[in-house]
């Protein structure tokens, strides 16, 4: 390895081995959990697409000239993540932007900690706490307030100080309060809840309007983002100026996501084996931080990322939460690592 390495003007794709002047490296970072990207069967689908739709659509939604495939995309997703209805657009940012800002009218805006900047709407909201103890504040507060509509803004989980959040807390809000509680769900969408996404996590409560946005471009491998939520809310959110104007994504990813299940459920599994056999591997656990099986793994200890690169092994390695702060290392798991890469990775920790 060559002192100074730097990864940050590649020209490759990445995968599970990344070469860089003419060496090698495991890599085990980035967000492509199911290793869609450099999935062989996933890309025939995609030119497939291709052969049928062409490489992309620039014209709006509003357009008087529509590709069918689009509303079908958000009824298979629809009833794939179990929602009334779904909106798909270009990226998740998107879809978490024009939601947020249809919703925040809607009444008192709370924000959970670490929310996602996507959500934002008047920059950082900073909330400093635990999810666990602003889910007790929040819940004494709209219960004891005689304002009657609240918004509530949050991640599904923290990805980087891995965390899931337990969102069994609004059972205890008053039934006389009507609540949006809009949850981007990018890092757990066809990852967590045996593939599913949040709604599987969150209790079903007639006074509580759940809406999730997210990503596709994680897990699921698209160039998309989606919004989830009743018919009311996604007609709702069809008819704002952001979905209208907007270029859809291209249907070709779309095309291969309909007809992906299969694929999906199979990196899936791999992806869950992978995460047993570190796990197994796994010596001094006290030294890293993980939840269930999400496949991301935080080094308490700083300088592991140097010892590892020094064994051709690259993992996620950057200062968090901001520029001067130390590096957050994590180890990031994909289904695109083979048993042995994980056998490396065990036995150089």
Request: glycine letters at 6%; charged letters at 15%; aromatic letters at 10%.
């Amino acid at each position: 390895m060559k002192e100074n390495q730097s990864f940050d003007h590649l020209a490759q794709k990445l995968s599970s081995v990344i070469s860089h002047q003419q060496e090698n490296y495991l890599y085990f970072g980035g967000t492509a959990y199911l290793g869609i990207p450099q999935n062989k069967a996933f890309i025939n689908l995609y030119i497939k697409g291709i052969a049928q739709y062409g490489l992309n659509n620039g014209t709006s939604r509003g357009n008087n000239v529509q590709l069918g495939i689009y509303n079908e995309a958000e009824s298979y997703t629809a009833k794939r993540f179990g929602a009334e209805a779904a909106l798909i657009t270009s990226s998740g940012y998107l879809a978490a932007q024009l939601t947020v800002k249809a919703c925040v009218t809607q009444g008192e805006v709370r924000y959970a900690p670490n929310t996602h900047p996507a959500l934002w709407t008047n920059g950082n909201p900073a909330v400093q706490s635990s999810f666990e103890e602003w889910s007790k504040q929040v819940v004494a507060e709209i219960n004891a307030s005689e304002t009657p509509n609240w918004v509530l803004l949050t991640n599904s989980m923290n990805n980087l100080h891995p965390e899931i959040y337990d969102f069994s807390f609004i059972k205890e809000i008053n039934a006389s309060k009507k609540v949006t509680l809009v949850i981007d769900d990018s890092h757990g969408i066809g990852l967590l809840n045996q593939g599913n996404c949040v709604l599987q996590n969150v209790p079903n409560i007639a006074h509580i309007e759940v809406v999730v946005v997210a990503s596709m471009a994680k897990a699921l491998g698209l160039d998309a983002g989606v919004v989830l939520g009743s018919r009311n809310v996604i007609a709702q959110l069809k008819r704002s100026d952001e979905f209208y104007g907007a270029s859809p994504p291209a249907a070709a990813g779309l095309y291969a996501f309909i007809h992906a299940n299969e694929i999906y459920e199979q990196a899936f599994e791999k992806l869950q084996e992978n995460v047993k056999i570190f796990k197994e591997t796994l010596i001094n656990k006290q030294d890293w931080f993980f939840a269930g099986d999400f496949p991301v793994f935080l080094a308490l200890k700083s300088g592991i990322e140097k010892s590892l690169l020094a064994n051709q092994i690259l993992i996620s390695s950057f200062p968090y939460p901001d520029r001067n702060s130390e590096n957050l290392n994590r180890i990031v798991l994909s289904s695109w690592h083979s048993k042995a890469d994980v056998l490396k990775l065990g036995a150089v920790l």
